[in-house]
């Protein structure tokens, strides 16, 4: 299957990619900020979803945040549900799993299947 990929999806393997700049260039707090950003885009996408909180956790991890690896872990349990959480949560462990946040407008556009 060669279809191109959606706007959202393109939208969503940028935020990764920037992230891993960020994280190689010594910005963990940039690379996961770009990351909470992808995974309000790949939430609904079970491989997108996996992924991010698979980066959240490493990002973690190499951070020592022992905080955000238990959170980061506890995620990736509750990834399979995903599609009943609010849409727009960050992701991150500083913020609730269940607890429904703003979308910013360009990624609500995207989520919206519109990118313009």
Do not use: C
Not at 15 to 41: C, D, M, Q, T
Not at 76 to 84: D, E, F, T
């Amino acid at each position: 299957m060669t279809g191109a990929a959606s706007p959202r999806i393109e939208a969503f393997e940028a935020k990764i990619a920037v992230s891993a700049r960020h994280r190689l260039a010594g910005y963990p707090r940039r690379a996961f900020a770009a990351l909470e950003r992808a995974h309000v885009l790949g939430q609904r996408d079970f491989s997108a979803h996996l992924r991010v909180h698979g980066w959240m956790l490493r990002v973690g991890w190499e951070t020592g945040d022992s905080r955000e690896v238990v959170g980061q872990l506890m995620r990736l349990a509750l990834v399979p549900l995903g599609r009943l959480l609010p849409i727009g949560n960050t992701g991150g462990a500083s913020v609730s799993a269940f607890a429904p946040m703003g979308i910013p407008p360009e990624l609500k556009r995207l989520l919206q299947g519109r990118d313009r």
